[in-house]
């Protein structure tokens, strides 16, 4: 995962903090020298195994070198030297990274107390008690709340991308799914006509070469609507879709039958219903072996029957699992099946 915020390498420069207990070594302020000594230079080696092992993902090592962290610190903070009071915030630092949620709040305050504690029972002012535990709990959780914001900065660019990655997924799937409605239905149309072309050749080469030119349109009109769809275009509206669906079914030999009310539906639902009467017919002439079909619109309630095979067990093909997703978006609903013929009804808001 991409970490943002700041890094490891961010928290080691603190360690500067423990200047004035070396100051104080190397002056001989501290007696015994040696033992003190040890103890700086373990605190200066847990610290950095703290920063380094929490920003490596290694949280119960880390959590181990913290609790040697505070069992150093609170055995040098008991020594002679007040200087050595310096090296409290260091120990609440590595407390903001290495632990998370509100375990990091409830040790900050425990430890803000001891030190109180340990520096009073030392005899410090309550100037230098007040600037020590200040600085000892605000250190803590100021390191605990800016990598918590980084944290959830993090997670939400991440979610950010995903929804991206999801919306062109869906835009595919519905690019896919506007290119199956628009060829299907095309493709349906010239192979119904290629099949008059193939009856009348024989017998009536003028409508035969009438039948011809109708394929050479509509194969022509496929590659506008596919350049329509691939622009963003969706659907024809209904009127065309109707006047297509007529010359259609008439070419398939389908006696049609087409009732609409005179009430004009909002775009939205106009286009969608252009979209179900073109995916409606389109079934009609190739699965249903139909001899009638009625369309009938009142309002915006669609309604297309045959007289046909009924329903099968792929009733609900591709194309009319396109059709529902886009009626229920608009918040509608479509019925589909039939026993003796096939229904296909569509009712918008």
């Keep these: 995962m991409r970490r943002q915020g700041p890094g490891e390498l961010a928290f080691y420069p603190w360690l500067l903090i423990a200047y004035p207990p070396i100051s104080d070594l190397v002056e001989g302020h501290v007696r015994p020298a040696l033992p003190a000594a040890l103890g700086v230079v373990g605190f200066a080696v847990l610290y950095v195994l703290c920063i380094r092992l929490s920003f490596r993902g290694r949280r119960r090592a880390a959590a181990v070198a913290l609790a040697g962290l505070l069992v150093v610190i609170f055995l040098l903070l008991t020594g002679p030297a007040q200087n050595w009071f310096y090296l409290a915030p260091l120990m609440t630092i590595a407390c903001g990274v290495v632990l998370r949620g509100r375990s990091v709040y409830l040790l900050l305050t425990v430890l803000t107390l001891a030190l109180t504690a340990v520096m009073w029972h030392s005899g ?29 900065i993090t997670e939400l660019q991440e979610t950010r991308e995903e929804l991206a990655r999801v919306a062109v ?27 008059a072309v193939r009856r009348l050749a024989p017998r009536d080469a003028e409508a035969a070469a009438r039948q011809a030119a109708d394929i050479e349109a509509v194969g022509r009109k ?31 030999g389908i006696a049609a ?28 002439v190739r699965h249903s072996a139909a001899r009638t079909c009625e369309i009938t619109l009142e309002g915006t309630v669609l309604e297309i029957r045959d007289d046909g095979r009924g329903a099968g067990p792929g009733a609900l093909g591709n194309g009319l699992r396109g059709l529902t997703e886009r009626v229920v978006a608009l918040g509608g609903t479509l019925e589909a099946g039939g026993g003796d013929g096939f229904v296909l009804r569509v009712t918008l808001p």
Excluded: C, Q
């Design 257 to 284: 039958t087409v009732t609409v009310s005179e009430d004009r539906p909002a775009p939205e639902a106009d286009a969608l219903l252009g979209w179900a009467v073109r995916e409606g017919v389109t079934n009609v």
């Design 222 to 252: 496929a590659l506008t609507e596919v350049r329509a769809a691939v622009s963003g275009y969706r659907g024809r509206g209904l009127a065309a879709e109707l006047a297509s669906a007529r010359t259609v079914l008439a070419d398939a």
């Design 124 to 152: 410090a002012g309550w100037a230098s008690i007040s600037l020590a535990t200040w600085g000892t709990a605000t250190g803590g959780l100021v390191v605990s709340v800016v990598l918590k914001l980084f944290s959830v």
């Design 169 to 195: 997924a869906e835009e595919r799937l519905r690019f896919s799914r506007d290119l199956h409605d628009l060829l299907g239905h095309t493709l349906s149309v010239m192979v119904v006509k290629a099949e």
